[in-house]
């Protein structure tokens, strides 16, 4: 008990005196440059390639897609990993359906990539949203693999009309700042 409570006083020790370090690293930003805090989360978080894999995939009315076409022909991709059974996902597919509606006619473009589902499951659900945008199925993960590995739903990943991924998001995102992300990213 006496060696649980010295590594703890040790530890709330250590953390008392780290914080200023860490505040002043913090802070110490060149412009275009990131923090050490920045630069080490996107160290640990982002494992997707820096380029879209030049791969098709088969939207669930049975067109074929070519993802470095679907980037090249467009200013913005934005692809979204989801799955049925996902609440977070199920939740911000309506926003996503309302800011492609409002971004299309600027050559935006969303497609909505199920894994783990079935194609005739993620039709009838995209049909009962009133989903108008790309959506396919991954069952066997083989997209998402080139892309890293997608490692939580909701994934989106926004990507240039030079096939390159700017921008990873990994949870829910509400209309708002999924709109926000686009028209910075048309901007850039």
Known sequence: MVA??????????????????HGLFDSLQVEGLL???????????????????????TTIDGRQIFLKELSS???????NF?????IPC???MPDFEKVY???????????GIATQDLTPAVRDFVSKLDITY?????????????????K?????????????????HKGYMAKRELEGQVKKLLRE
């Open 35 to 57: 923090s050490i805090k920045q630069l080490s989360f996107e160290r640990q978080v982002e494992d997707v390639p820096m380029k879209v894999p030049d791969l098709a995939i």
């Open 152 to 168: 939580a739903l909701p994934t989106t990943i926004f990507v240039n009309s030079k096939n390159s991924i700017v921008k990873t």
């Open 101 to 111: 509606r409002a971004y299309r006619h600027k050559k935006v473009v969303f497609l």
């Open 90 to 92: 199920t939740k911000e």
């Open 134 to 150: 790309e959506v396919a199925v991954d069952a066997q993960n083989k997209i998402a693999s080139a892309f890293g590995g997608v």
């Open 4 to 21: 649980a409570g010295g590594f703890l006083v040790g530890a709330i020790l250590f953390a008392q005196l780290a914080q200023p370090i």
């Open 73 to 79: 022909q467009n200013e913005l991709v934005v692809i």
């Open 82 to 86: 989801w799955a049925t059974w996902c």
